[in-house]
């Protein structure tokens, strides 16, 4: 699978963007996508994930602001971000957990002036 992450971008505190993560085929029958970040000298780590059933995943620093989704028709999942802060800051990774391995986009860099 090839996921195609895009929406990034520049935007001031407060504001909202809407990532996308376009897989190269269906994601039906893949149980978990999500969303990752890496700030600069930061490690990786987990910004959301949801479930072939629906059920969501949040890091405590965005549950409230951030909302993910998936539309298998189009095989696409999204991050929905909303009232973003300058700690936002970071380049964005779309993860797909299949059953044999598991599958990285290349990021969308976000950034988040004061």
């Known amino acids: 699978v090839q996921l195609q992450a895009s929406g990034g971008g520049l935007v001031q505190t407060g504001g909202s963007l809407r990532l996308s993560c376009a897989a190269s085929r269906s994601i039906f029958s893949i149980n978990k996508m999500g969303w990752y970040r890496q700030a600069p000298g930061k490690q990786r780590e987990l910004v959301a994930t949801?479930?072939?059933?629906?059920?969501?995943n949040y890091a405590d620093s965005v549950k409230g602001r951030f909302t993910i989704s998936r539309d298998n028709a189009k095989n696409t999942v999204y991050l929905q971000m909303d009232s973003l802060k300058p700690e936002d800051t970071a380049v964005y990774y779309c993860k797909a957990d299949a059953v044999v391995q598991n599958y990285w986009g290349k990021g969308t860099q976000v950034t988040v002036s004061s």
């Open positions: 949801v479930t072939s059933g629906g059920t969501t």
